[in-house]
């Protein structure tokens, strides 16, 4: 009775990059205790830390500084295989001009944050001066490069503003020959002991609306895109080029991204090895 009373809180980014899952999650029935909280990744990064959240898609970085708070549900990310198409670096200059250069990142992503410096430092070499903050602002007409994420990089893509855009995961996946996980789905572990039985179903409701999102993509396509705004047949490139699933190969890519944060003492090494539930699906 304790457990069917209990509220459930779950977070969702609310970007249109998880509307494969998202709005099928809206057309099925569920558990009136069973809460969806909708926010940028940042946010729910903060709120599943503070236990204000109990489970769902937060991002990786959030797993790696904290891995004794959680575990990962298996079969369950979003992540791509090559470009993104959502996660940008504008650029005014060449990056390897970057040197001492102000980059404005969005806060709403730690670990696009993260990758971004990867890139930059370790991958071209160069050293910028970071600043966080709104990627909208007039503060953004001043800065060589401009960190964007979800929503506000697909409409910043659309303009000519800016000499580069530099899709980050398909620069990682060029230098790494791996995939990038930007999200994983992480349950508080103090909530997966009290309550598992409930997290094994909403995990596998998480499943079946992937699935079902895969088969009814175009029509999904059709009601999010005027978000943005762009044509649905752009949402559909794009959303198809997304990925939902953890294959053991995510789960390679997930682990080279710790080991490079923690190489920068900027991850807990007990991240390493990863502690994922495994689907009873």
């Given at each position: 009775?304790?457990?069917?009373?209990?509220?459930?809180?779950?977070?969702?980014?609310?970007?249109?990059?998880?509307?494969?899952?998202?709005?099928?999650?809206?057309?099925?029935?569920?558990?009136?205790n069973w809460n969806v909280v909708e926010a940028p990744p940042a946010v729910l990064n903060h709120m599943l830390?503070?236990?204000?959240?109990?489970?769902?898609?937060?991002?990786?970085?959030?797993?790696?500084?904290?891995?004794?708070?959680?575990?990962?549900?298996?079969?369950l990310s979003i992540s791509a295989n090559g470009s993104v198409g959502s996660v940008f670096l504008f650029l005014r200059t060449d990056p390897e001009r970057l040197n001492g250069r102000t980059i404005l990142l969005s806060g709403q992503s730690e670990t696009s944050i993260c990758l971004v410096k990867i890139i930059l430092e370790e991958f071209y070499k160069v050293s910028p001066h970071y600043i966080v903050g709104d990627v909208n602002s007039e503060q953004a007409e001043e800065v060589d490069g401009i960190l964007a994420i979800g929503d506000e990089a697909?409409?910043?893509?659309?303009?000519?503003?800016?000499?580069?855009?530099?899709?980050?995961?398909?620069?990682?996946?060029?230098?790494?020959?791996?995939?990038?996980?930007?999200?994983?789905?992480?349950?508080?572990?103090?909530?997966?002991q009290e309550f598992g039985d409930t997290v094994a179903a909403i995990h596998h409701e998480f499943l079946n609306c992937r699935e079902e999102g895969r088969v009814n993509l175009e029509y999904i396509c059709s009601d999010v895109a005027p978000r943005i705004p762009m044509h649905p047949d752009e949402c559909y490139v794009y959303l198809r080029a997304i990925e939902y699933d953890l294959s053991q190969r995510k789960q390679l890519a997930l682990e080279t991204f710790f080991q490079y944060l923690i190489k920068r003492n900027e991850a807990d090494p007990a991240s390493l090895p990863l502690k994922i539930i495994e689907s009873r699906q």
């Open positions: 009775m304790e457990q069917e009373l209990r509220q459930i809180q779950i977070g969702m980014v609310n970007f249109i990059n998880t509307a494969p899952i998202y709005e099928t999650w809206k057309t099925r029935p569920h558990p009136p830390a503070a236990d204000k959240l109990d489970l769902g898609f937060v991002s990786s970085y959030e797993y790696c500084i904290r891995p004794d708070k959680y575990r990962i549900l298996s079969r697909l409409r910043l893509s659309s303009g000519k503003e800016f000499m580069h855009q530099l899709d980050l995961s398909e620069i990682w996946c060029r230098h790494t020959d791996l995939p990038f996980v930007f999200a994983v789905c992480a349950v508080r572990e103090e909530f997966y």
